[in-house]
């Protein structure tokens, strides 16, 4: 069973378009989190969720929003895609916010042409 | 924020050698955490080791940290094939509540 699960695993869309990535975690974790990671591998938060509750909003363009319906699940809406948005985006969830190790999913990589 | 930094290198090993790369932070954290990342896959939680605490232990790895360095360090005996991977090392502050990255580290065992 996937621990932490997101879809898809590939995105190639046009610019302009809006996609959204989904993200679902069977760890009964209360924190969900989501990273974008560049074409040098370097990691950065954008969101995070307690209990479906928006704890971290890093500085991220409006055409990024997260949305969690229940602390199972954890959806990325991007809208007006542009090419600067390719990238590999990772979900994760840890049991509680702070002081315990993330389980990460197998990434969705994004490509914006 | 606050990032963990690897020594920016690609280590190339036998197998059976041992790994060793070092990481190091700018300001007080409440615990570093070692990922693997074997290609294009997710990252893996590999150790989780706190502030008042100085090594620890999981199988073949062994983690340092040296708070009045801010370094830490992880180790890998007997190293596999299968340990050919990017490993990042990430902090935590506290209340900070996230994880901030260092770049990585790619590590290549020649069997």
């Known amino acids: 069973d996937t621990a932490v699960s997101q879809t898809p695993k590939y995105l190639v869309t046009q610019m302009g378009n809006d996609k959204s990535i989904k993200c679902e975690q069977n760890?009964?974790?209360?924190?969900m989190y989501w990273y974008k990671q560049d074409s040098k591998k370097f990691l950065k938060i954008m969101f995070s969720?307690?209990?479906?509750?928006?704890?971290i909003n890093e500085t991220v363009p409006n055409r990024f929003s997260p949305k969690s319906p229940d602390k199972a699940h954890l959806n990325l809406h991007i809208n007006s895609l542009e090419l600067g948005d390719s990238a590999v985006y990772f979900c994760?969830?840890?049991?509680?916010?702070?002081?315990?190790?993330?389980?990460f999913g197998s990434g969705t990589r994004l490509t914006v042409v | 924020s606050q990032q963990g930094e690897e020594d920016p290198q690609a280590l190339s090993i036998q197998e059976g050698e041992n790994a060793t790369m070092n990481c190091s932070y700018k300001?007080?954290?409440?615990?570093l955490q070692w990922y693997r990342q074997n290609s294009g896959r997710g990252l893996v939680h590999l150790i989780l080791?706190?502030?008042?605490?100085r090594e620890k232990h999981s199988g073949r790895l062994r983690v340092t940290l040296d708070t009045s360095k801010k370094s830490s360090s992880l180790l890998i005996t007997a190293s596999r094939a299968a340990d050919t991977a990017s490993y990042f090392c990430?902090?935590?502050?506290?209340?900070?509540?996230?994880?901030?990255f260092g770049k990585g580290n790619q590590v290549v065992v020649i069997p």
């Open positions: 994760a969830s840890s049991l509680r916010a702070g002081d315990y190790g993330y389980t």
């Open positions: 760890l009964g974790h209360d924190t």
């Open positions: 969720y307690n209990n479906k509750e928006l704890i």
């Open positions: 300001t007080s954290i409440n615990n």
């Open positions: 080791i706190r502030s008042n605490e």
């Open positions: 990430a902090t935590e502050t506290y209340g900070n509540n996230r994880l901030a």
